[in-house]
Every structure is written in structure tokens, then in C-alpha cells.
């Protein structure tokens, strides 16, 4: 991936100095999730900022990869909200398309929407149905951005007062865990913890670290 990751940006350059925006523009949004994914959100920001000023408010998708940016390094949500905004905008002017982009691309709102709001802790049967919409409908793929779907779902869940379906929900999500290439994915397994941590389940955190760390 390193070398393919190179040729991207070496890709990226020469679209821009051909004042090709365009394919630029297609590139980040076709490569975004795998970098969300691998944790190289400072990669992504890097190309978001390659592009000329303007671009990024014209384009859903990386409008969402900027928001994705935010919300992960926990910015202020009036930012988040102000590029999920946006973003919603420019969909909402698209008809629906054969290859299901503009219902995944609402699903991921939906997952954006969702995890504002479950750190407002003030709602989660509105989390609850945002995180299970977006769910039904981003690709497998989109490993980060289910993994925080997944997650704040069963968060949701607890903090209704159902600790058993929060458990079940995070059961179910870890299926999604699954290793690409060398790399071992755990975030769902993780979240696991969080929640038993919430929950006062000493025992369960220790169990679930010590998966984790023979992941």
C-alpha cells in the first residue's frame, strides 16, 4: 500500500498541474474510506489541502472526509455540524443514482448526525435509529465509519437502559473485524470495552484488552 500510496499523490500532482481538478477530486473520494480506515487521516487532510480553494465545498465526499477529520480529532461540533450541513445540501440536489452512492453518502450523515448527538447524551432513540439507517446502508467497506456506527449504536442502547441488546449490537458488529492483509482490526472489539467500562465491568475491560492485544 505504501508504494500504490505514492503513486496516488505522485497521481494527485499531476492532476492538479494539468489543472485536471476533477480527477483529483475523484481520486480522494474513491481512496478516503481506505485511509479513514488505516488511520491516515493526516495523509487525508494533506490531499484535502492540495486541492484549489473551493473545491472541497462543491463535493459531498469531501465535504464528509473533512467532517470525518473533525470529528475524529473531536473538533468543535458547530464545525462538524456546518460540513455534514453542506454536505446534506449538495445531496439533496442529486436524484438517486443506480450504484446506491447518494443512500450510502446519507448513510454516512447519518452516522455523523448520530455520533454528534450521542455525545450530547440528550437522545439516544435518535441515535439509535441514525446509526441503524446508516448501517442498512454503507458498503462493508467503510471499516471506520461502521465501527463508529456500530459503537455509539450500542451506546445508545445502554443509555436507554438495555445493556443486553448494547452487548449484542457489539457481538454482532465484531464479524466486521476482520484482518486486511497484516493488519488486525480491533476497533469493534474495542468498543466492546468502552462500554463495558461504562457499564462497571471490570472483568469484561480486562478480557476484552487482553483481545485486543493478541489481536
Do not use: C
Not at 499523490?9 to 474510506?33: G, K, M, Y
Amino acid at each position: 500500500w505504501l508504494a500504490g500510496q505514492a503513486m496516488l499523490e505522485d497521481a494527485l500532482h499531476h492532476a492538479l498541474a494539468a489543472q485536471d481538478t476533477q480527477s483529483a477530486v475523484w481520486l480522494i473520494a474513491q481512496h478516503r474510506h481506505h485511509l479513514l480506515n488505516t488511520e491516515q487521516r493526516a495523509t487525508l487532510e494533506h490531499w484535502l489541502q492540495m486541492l484549489p480553494p473551493g473545491t472541497v465545498n462543491a463535493h459531498p465526499e469531501l465535504l464528509l472526509a473533512e467532517a470525518w477529520i473533525a470529528e475524529l480529532g473531536r473538533n468543535d461540533s458547530r464545525t462538524i455540524r456546518e460540513l455534514i450541513n453542506r454536505a446534506q445540501t449538495l445531496i439533496d440536489g442529486q436524484p438517486a443514482s443506480s450504484d446506491g452512492r447518494i443512500e450510502q453518502l446519507q448513510g454516512e450523515i447519518d452516522t455523523l448526525r448520530g455520533l454528534e448527538k450521542s455525545f450530547a447524551a440528550d437522545d439516544p432513540p435518535a441515535v439509535i435509529a441514525l446509526t441503524r439507517r446508516s448501517l442498512a446502508t454503507m458498503p462493508k467497506d467503510w471499516y471506520l465509519a461502521r465501527s463508529e456506527a456500530w459503537l455509539h449504536l450500542a451506546v445508545a442502547r445502554q443509555m436507554a437502559g438495555d445493556l443486553t441488546q448494547a452487548y449484542e449490537t457489539l457481538a454482532i458488529s465484531a464479524n466486521e473485524d476482520v484482518t486486511l492483509g497484516s493488519q488486525p482490526r480491533v476497533r469493534n472489539i474495542a468498543g466492546a470495552g468502552f462500554v463495558q467500562w461504562i457499564a462497571g465491568d471490570l472483568t469484561g475491560v480486562l478480557q476484552t484488552a487482553r483481545q485486543v492485544i493478541l489481536a
